[in-house]
T-cell receptor
Framework: DTAVSQTPKYLVTQMGNDKSIKCEQN?????MYWYKQDSKKFLKIMFS???????INETVPNRFSPKSPDKAHLNLHINSLELGDSAVYFC?????????????FGPGTRLLVL | DQQVKQNSPSLSVQEGRISILNCDYT??????FLWYKKYPAEGPTFLIS?????DKNEDGRFTVFLNKSAKHLSLHIVPSQPGDSAVYFC??????????????FGQGTTLQVKP
């Protein structure tokens, strides 16, 4: 009964390919996020969705496109993958009305672009 | 420009002693702060948080202290246990400014608790 799950856990692919990462949460939260942890270990927010609506869109190349089919799912599609996209991508969820105002993270997807 | 900084990349502590992890921030609009723990190959796990209207929050062995004038917060773990060995991230947000959900993370401090 994993709270926030991501698939796949590992992804190795060639430059130029298109790939998707899926995220699902069973916490009943209304907000979901994508974060990127780069090689220097910084965790940076990329996107957030609240009730399927895009709320946060940081300075991310438009090769990255999030899609939220419903409140419990937030997928990340990446077009024309580049070497610099290699990172760990974390999905997270939260519920604004709850205290503490914490985000709950998935296990991460380790993407390696060759 | 790194708005949240954890200047100690690593910390080593003996089991049973106190671990003190530090975090500094530059944005005076931050009004909510969180600490996360991360084990290798796992996602960050929420530990404890504090609102800017408080200066201390305690939860079991974990206490977070906030010094707004110094723009500094710290996480105290006492007593430290070997299972506490992990990377600890400090994060901050401007909840009351409407930037709900945008957490800014520090670069993490690796804590090693020796038996």
């Amino acid at each position: 009964d994993t709270a926030v799950s991501q698939t796949p856990k590992y992804l190795v692919t060639q430059m130029g390919n298109d790939k998707s990462i899926k995220c699902e949460q069973n916490l009943g939260h209304d907000t979901m996020y994508w974060y990127k942890q780069d090689s220097k270990k910084f965790l940076k927010i990329m996107f957030s969705y609240n009730n399927k609506e895009l709320i946060i869109n940081e300075t991310v190349p438009n090769r990255f496109s999030p899609k939220s089919p419903d409140k419990a799912h937030l997928n990340l599609h990446i077009n024309s993958l580049e070497l610099g996209d290699s990172a760990v991508y974390f999905c997270a969820s939260s519920q604004e009305s709850l205290t503490p105002k914490a985000q709950y993270f998935g296990p991460g997807t380790r993407l390696l672009v060759l | 420009d790194q708005q949240v900084k954890q200047n100690s990349p690593s910390l080593s502590v003996q089991e049973g002693r106190i671990s003190i992890l530090n975090c500094d921030y530059t944005n005076s609009m931050f009004d909510y702060f969180l600490w996360y723990k991360k084990y290798p190959a796992e996602g960050p796990t929420f530990l404890i948080s504090i609102s800017s209207i408080k200066d201390k929050n305690e939860d079991g062995r974990f206490t977070v202290f906030l010094n707004k004038s110094a723009k500094h917060l710290s996480l105290h773990i006492v007593p430290s246990q070997p299972g506490d060995s992990a990377v600890y991230f400090c994060a901050a947000s401007e909840f009351n400014s409407g930037n709900t959900g945008k957490l800014i993370f520090g670069q993490g401090t690796t804590l090693q608790v020796k038996p």
